[in-house]
C-alpha cells in the first residue's frame, strides 16, 4: 500500500448533532491521526437515478466515487434508521453498485444507534456484495450511543477506547 494514501469516514446520520460524528471526531482527535477525509453529509448526493446515463452522473458523485477509489479503506460509523441503514447512505452506496470502488476496498463498520442490529448487518451485507473487504475485529455495534456522552459531550472511556482500539488496528492494514 503506498504510503499517504487516506482513510476516507463516511457518517451515516442525517442529523446536524450527530452521535457518530462526535464519536469519530473525538477518536481521531485524540489519537492524533491526521491523514483522513470525513463525509459528514450525505444530503449532497441526489437521488439514485437508474435513468442517468454516465454522462450525466452528478459530480458529486464522480468526486466521493473518486475519494473511495484512491482511500486506502473506509470507515462507516452510522446509525439504524427503522431497522435499516439510514437512507441517505443507502443512497450513496446506490451510486456505487455499478462500480468497482469498493472492489477489495478494506472496510470499517461501526454502528452505533440506539439498538442498531439489523442496520450492522445490512450494512456488512450490502458492502460485501459490492466487493469490499472487512474483518470482525473492524466492525463494533455500539449501543444506546446517545447515553455514551457525558453533559460537556465527551465520549465515556469504554466506548472511546473500544473505537480507538478499532481505528488503530486498522489503521495498522495500511502501515499510515
Ligand atoms: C428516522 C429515525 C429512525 C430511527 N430508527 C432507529 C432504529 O430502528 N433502531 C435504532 O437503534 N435507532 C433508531 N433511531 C435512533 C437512533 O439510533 C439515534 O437517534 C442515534 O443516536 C442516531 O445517531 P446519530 O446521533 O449519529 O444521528 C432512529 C432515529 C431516527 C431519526
New binding site residues.
Given amino acids: 500500500m503506498p504510503p499517504g494514501k487516506k482513510i476516507l469516514i463516511i457518517?451515516g446520520?442525517?442529523?446536524e448533532?450527530?452521535?457518530?460524528?462526535k464519536l469519530m471526531e473525538q477518536v481521531l482527535e485524540k489519537t492524533g491521526y491526521m491523514n483522513f477525509q470525513m463525509y459528514d453529509d450525505l444530503s449532497v448526493f441526489p437521488h439514485f437515478d437508474t435513468a442517468l446515463t454516465d454522462d450525466d452522473t452528478p459530480e458529486e458523485v464522480l468526486k466521493v466515487r473518486e475519494d473511495i477509489k484512491n482511500s486506502a479503506g473506509v470507515i462507516f460509523s452510522?446509525?439504524?434508521?427503522?431497522?435499516?441503514i439510514p437512507g441517505r447512505l443507502k443512497n450513496l452506496l446506490e451510486w456505487c453498485v455499478s462500480t468497482t470502488v469498493f472492489s477489495a476496498k478494506p472496510v470499517a463498520v461501526i454502528t452505533?444507534?440506539?439498538?442498531?442490529e439489523?442496520?450492522h448487518e445490512e450494512l456488512l451485507l450490502i458492502l460485501r456484495t459490492l466487493g469490499a473487504v472487512t474483518d470482525d475485529k473492524h466492525q463494533a455495534l455500539i449501543k444506546g450511543?446517545?447515553g455514551k456522552f457525558d453533559s460537556n459531550g465527551l465520549l465515556e472511556s469504554n466506548t472511546f477506547a473500544k473505537v480507538s482500539k478499532l481505528v488503530t488496528d486498522f489503521r495498522t492494514l495500511f502501515h499510515n
Fill in positions: 457518517i446520520s442525517a442529523s448533532n450527530s452521535s457518530n460524528q452510522t446509525p439504524e434508521y427503522i431497522f435499516s452505533a444507534s440506539a439498538s442498531g439489523k442496520g450511543i446517545k
